[in-house]
């Protein structure tokens, strides 16, 4: 039966009167069916009709929802562990607790006391509180209760029956561990130690390169040096200016550490190092194909940061004001998310700008120079957009914005995007699994 046939049985019991006890058994039966079949979108429009129909919905009334969601977030273990998708399940499980998170489908009856204490615990890790206010949103008693009891007794659940049949006996390491190194969302992710020993490494190695470069008067902007069988390329300043702020107790931040530039975890060897509130080393990484779409993403940053200049630029000239937003308009559509633009359409492109600014025939005959001044800095820019760019070319500039103070370290991993995820989301989402992993192994004959 479909949504619309739904609603239409609704109303008409509404119209010919019928008990509203009737009404309400009948809309709840059909919300619990569309959560059954993970219809959410369908969920969401009969939800949001409860006001039309005079219901205030009460998520209580929905049975067995608890079953309903562990049965949905370990569907898609199952599915990566019988090699459906590894690359997704992750993020589904999050989608599906943040969906009932925001329809309030983990309310239930009032605590017992020992249930009340075990959630006053959770909400003394600062850390777990604040991932969980990134992921969700508002969080609950409810919220907390289910994905530290509920949930983590439904992955024991799955995994002793999933291995039953198989006559195979899950080690317990083998799950807990899972987060050193697997993959999501196309990118490879690893485990590659300490923060405090990476820290203590960079230290002796800039001691070293200061000594060596003391007398030679070289910049050391970036240093180049070998860790965990990578070459790795980092910012002193980076470090230095955040140092303090990696061991802060309950600073819930990804810092941006250093470029791998060989020995990465993809096929061309590169990737990205971040610190995690945990004191880890993680290193994420993509291939080829996401490199492209990093590197997209990147020309982007490059746009936007140009268009802001030159706004202002064209307005200290007085050109009038329709000309700058006709220029304006044309360069924020000059690259286009899904390709990499040629260097060879520079041209065309500056021609189109300079008819644009023919229009203003006035200001053209009395400032020949200004115009030919802005057009070099348009011509300038636009070669830093359209020009073959490597990934250490975007490390090096975001590098120069933090020393420069117009980015923060911190915010690095959210502008690595592609496929509308950031590396910023691959960190918080893992934070939160090693958590409830956590829990997982707290349980009694866990395995």
Known sequence: MSLDDTIK????KINIGSEKEDIEDYFYRKLTILLQNKQFEDFKQLFDHSIEFDIFVDA??????????SKHITETIRGAFTGISYQTFLGDQIEVIRFCNNYNLFDRDEFSDEELDFVNKIYQDKLLIANLKDLFGNISNFLIFYLYKVMPRALYDFFTNFSRPFQYILDLNEVVNFFNHYSTYGLSVMYLGKLSNFIRKFDNIYELHKKANINSGKDLKLIKYSYMNKTILVSPDNIEKNRKSFFLKDNYNYYNLSMVLLGGLGPQGHGFMYSTPKDEVIEICSDIKENDAIIVKYKQFLKEQFLVKLQKEMAS????????QNVLDYLTNLIDKRELIDYSKKEPILKKIENYLKEDQKFLNSHQQEILDLMNKISNAITLILRKIKMEDQFKTRMNLIQEDKL????IAKLTSLREKSHYDVLRERFFFQNVLYWFSKLPNTL
């Open 317 to 324: 000239l007085l050109i009038n004001a329709k000309i700058i």
């Open 9 to 12: 049985i609704i109303k008409s």
């Open 60 to 69: 209580k009334k929905i049975p067995k929802r608890y079953d309903i969601i």
């Open 408 to 411: 923060k370290s911190e915010d």
